[in-house]
T-cell receptor
Framework: QKEVEQDPGPLSVPEGAIVSLNCTYS??????FMWYRQYSRKGPELLMY????GNKEDGRFTAQVDKSSKYISLFIRDSQPSDSATYLC????????????FGRGTQLTVWP | EAGVTQFPSHSVIEKGQTVTLRCDPI?????LYWYRRVMGKEIKFLLH????????ESGMPNNRFLAERTGGTYSTLKVQPAELEDSGVYFC?????????????FGPGTRLLVL
């Protein structure tokens, strides 16, 4: 079983739509949960991270973690064409074990 | 502040040849990570340096892969001899030693194709 499962999509939405991206994970030792955004031919760029369960909001982006169901979500409000990218979720155990466990990534296209 | 840089951006080699990838982390970042993405799969961890020491190399696929970080600055990842299944995008990331919840900054990757 993979550590982090993510539907690769692709997902296509019109500009202004609310986008919901989701992952599940199996490793109960994960303490931090990250969302990375990757544009074509670029490296992943950290969007936001949450510690343990709960919500975190940053502008149009909201990250949610439900540790009881091992479910990670990213919501994008008022989506823009510039949000078109691949979104990667990742889990991280913390401490000195710095490795990230990534999902496959969801390819998102926001059309004008 | 300059980001993580990787060289080369692309490499096409034949099976059996040797390839060396280089990563220059952000200045002052003691943590350096190598990851790899094989087509259609998730990005997978290869190894983690803290300064010049290997903290975790549990993700290295086999002994054809050799990573070094002399002097705790840049790092190289050598594949010798390369096999077809080594094709993929190799990412390097670095972070400061802040402990919990550290942000890993990724380079643009090296696209390796083994023919």
């Amino acid at each position: 079983q993979k550590e982090v499962e993510q539907d690769p999509g692709p997902l296509s939405v019109p500009e202004g739509a609310i986008v919901s991206l989701n992952c599940t994970y199996s490793n109960s030792a994960f303490q931090y949960f990250m969302w990375y955004r990757q544009y074509s031919r670029k490296g992943p760029e950290l969007l936001m991270y949450t510690y343990s369960s709960g919500n975190k909001e940053d502008g149009r982006f909201t990250a949610q973690v439900d540790k009881s169901s091992k479910y990670i979500s990213l919501f994008i409000r008022d989506s823009q064409p510039s949000d078109s990218a691949t979104y990667l979720c990742a889990g991280y155990r913390g401490s000195t074990l710095g490795r990230l466990y990534f999902g496959r990534g969801t390819q998102l296209t926001v059309w004008p | 502040e300059a980001g993580v840089t990787q060289f080369p951006s692309h490499s096409v080699i034949e099976k059996g040849q040797t390839v060396t990838l280089r990563c220059d982390p952000i200045s002052g970042h003691d943590n350096l990570y190598w990851y790899r993405r094989v087509m259609g799969k998730e990005i997978k961890f290869l190894l983690h340096f803290v300064k010049e020491s290997k903290q975790d190399e549990s993700g290295m696929p086999n002994n054809r892969f050799l990573a070094e970080r002399t002097g705790g600055t840049y790092s190289t990842l050598k594949v010798q001899p390369a096999e077809l299944e080594d094709s993929g995008v190799y990412f390097c990331a670095s972070s400061r030693p802040t402990g919990e919840g550290e942000t890993q900054y990724f380079g643009p990757g090296t696209r390796l194709l083994v023919l």
